[in-house]
């Protein structure tokens, strides 16, 4: 392709044959799951449901991601493995997720969360440790260090003080995913007398190095969510432990764990929307369904509107995933209120939703098997794979340090967001996960809010967009007076006024803030489909799905409104409609399913 014909630059051959690899991968593991709706498909809906309630993990589902060698998405391709690009690897979790969180989690996501502070730190005896693990098919898991003990069973936690020839390790946590199932141990062990943000050592250990005396099992934790998933605990009794098993240095353990976040929560859009797909596939196959008298329930206008939206709220999420993953390669400066923004209103927006369509299936929400079954199981399973450490709480916190900032050197001065960030398949810099920083120096995807809506104004209504022209330019610009908005509040917020930033109405400024990003990264996307070759004419070059995203999330935030888009909310149910019956996904990518 050439650069006059693509917008973002010519992408090279090795870079279009990744591209490729990694679609193809994608592919063959939504097709080794096959259909979900399949009664008779032994890793379908009904044989996830029967495990589901025992509690246990599908056997064939685990025996799928052995052999499709799932944990080499997780090694950096350096090591051996088949990470290079953040967004393919969420693109890679969701036929995963969209079936069974459990599965998704405790036998491949927690890995790569264990793994993270070691691509983060690790040195290249480490590194090659924890990739050898991964590539040889066992587990890994990771015992954080606790906030205030805020979403952990109970308090409990290890620590490391040195001994004689090197360190000795001693302590219990009894909420630990994988934690009879893994060699890898990353442990965020406390330093006994030393306080404030030095307190925290990171060691990366092989079970199997260690004295078997030393390391006891603890039991099994029953959980609501995610009910197949194995939440054990470790004993760990005055176990001597090597100076190199320290990931950075002794005291590193708080910077690491903020670092390891920025990575982490790139991930979370991804893995909610994968189960939010199927709960919106269940409910619209639900209210799609005709009766003997020839009607269906979406013949009622709330029954509709409900569809519409949570396939709108699906789409946002996915924007949110773009540009926290993609981030990660181009804006790794900036990218830290990017990731802890779309890390928090994904699951709040899913949340919603799920209540939202509560309501249209009625009873059939208790279901626990049969047809809709699914949909309790995510109910349940969504608010735990959405948690994380320190949860949305701790996602709010990590993003108002950096908003008094951005109001007074970032928004409405500085320079939009690259095109790249908006590429669904466009090629992306090498992968390095040591370059994110903690705070942003810039707020580029808020400038995209800003220069979209001038560009809006500029051209006018948009050839060929009828009314979303129109009403997208009003709801662009009302996001920008927003956007203002809160750098007149933030403006006067002294920088690091720890008191002022905790202030309730502060975290009420910062959800707004994260609808604000959520606009802007809509718009980006749109924007890119548009000018993409080939694309005209596509659901995403058409402005009728960012102008009801929009507008659901002007609603949301009690700001003006224009006239609604009814039309464009047609448009937008139609599609979701379509991809009902066409077994495609609900998200940007629209992709087959099995």
């Known amino acids: 392709m050439s650069a006059a014909r693509d917008p973002l630059g010519a992408k090279d051959e090795h870079g279009a044959q990744d591209q490729r690899a990694a679609q193809d991968r994608i592919n063959a593991l939504e097709r080794a799951f096959g259909p979900l709706d399949d009664p008779a498909n032994p890793l379908g809906g009904a044989a996830l449901l029967a495990a ?131 060699d890898g141990l990353v442990i965020f062990a406390r330093n006994p007398g030393v306080t404030g943000s030095r307190s925290r050592t990171v060691l990366l250990l092989d079970r199997k190095e260690l004295p078997p005396d030393r390391v006891r099992n603890l039991a099994r934790r029953t959980t609501t969510g995610m009910r197949s998933a194995e939440f054990g605990g470790l004993r760990i009794t005055q176990c001597p432990v090597p100076d190199g098993a320290v990931l ?43 009766r003997d008298d020839g009607r269906s329930s979406l013949d009622v206008q709330h029954v509709r509107d409900v569809l519409t939206g949570a396939f709108l709220d699906l ?68 608010p735990v794979t959405s948690l994380g450490h320190a949860g949305s709480a701790g996602r709010q916190v990590s993003l108002l340090p950096q908003l008094p900032y951005f109001a007074r050197h970032a928004w409405f001065t500085g320079h939009e967001a690259p095109a790249a960030l908006f590429g669904l398949d466009d090629e992306l810099p090498p992968l390095d996960l040591t370059q994110p920083a903690l705070l942003g120096d810039g707020d580029p995807l808020a400038a995209t809010l800003v220069a979209s809506a001038d560009l809006l104004e500029r051209a006018g209504a948009p050839d060929g967009t009828g009314e979303g022209g129109t009403v997208l330019r009003l709801l662009a610009r009302t996001l920008t007076d927003e956007l ?29 803030y994260t609808m604000v990003l959520a606009a802007a990264a809509c718009l980006g996307v749109w924007r890119g489909r548009r000018s993409a070759p080939g694309a005209a004419g596509t659901f995403l070059a058409d402005a009728a799905w960012p102008t009801a995203a929009l507008y659901r999330l002007c609603r949301r935030l009690g700001l003006p409104l224009p006239d609604r888009p009814g039309a464009c909310e047609r448009r937008v149910l139609a599609e979701a409609l379509s991809r009902l019956h066409g077994r495609r996904s609900y998200d940007l990518y629209d992709s087959p399913l099995a």
């Open 52 to 182: 589901d309630a025992a509690g246990r993990v599908l056997p064939e589902g685990e025996r799928v991601l052995d052999e499709y060698g799932l944990n080499a998405e997780f090694v950096p391709a350096p090591l051996g493995g088949r990470l290079r690009r953040m967004d393919v690897l969420g693109r890679l979790l969701r036929p995963v997720f969209r079936r069974d969180a459990s599965l998704g989690f405790g036998y491949g996501l927690n890995c790569f969360f264990a793994a993270t502070p070691v691509w983060t730190a690790g040195d290249d005896e480490q590194r090659r440790l924890a990739a050898r693990i991964l590539l040889e098919g066992r587990r890994m898991a990771v015992a954080r260090h606790e906030v205030a003990h805020g979403n952990d069973f109970v308090s409990d936690e290890f620590t490391v003080r040195p001994g004689d020839g090197g360190l000795v390790l001693d302590g219990s946590k009894s909420a630990i995913a994988n934690a009879s199932r893994a």
């Open 248 to 290: 950075g240095e002794p005291g590193d353990g708080y910077e690491l764990s903020l670092r390891s976040s920025l990575v982490i929560r790139g991930l979370i859009p991804s893995i909610v929307l994968a189960g939010a797909d199927t709960a919106l596939r269940t409910v619209a196959r639900f209210a799609d369904r005709r």
């Open 315 to 382: 789409l946002l999420i996915d924007c949110l995933a773009l540009v926290s993953t993609r981030g990660l390669h181009l804006l790794p400066h900036q990218m830290s209120a990017y990731a802890a923004a779309a890390a928090y209103l994904a699951p709040k927006l899913v949340a919603e939703s799920m209540d939202e369509m509560s309501a249209v299936l009625g009873e059939a929400t208790f279901a626990e098997d049969g047809m809709y079954g699914m949909f309790q199981k995510q109910l349940r399973d969504l």
């Open 484 to 512: 203002g908005d809160l750098r007149k509040a933030f403006a006067d917020v002294p920088q690091g006024d720890r008191a002022a930033l905790a202030s309730p109405h502060n975290f009420g400024l910062a959800d707004r």
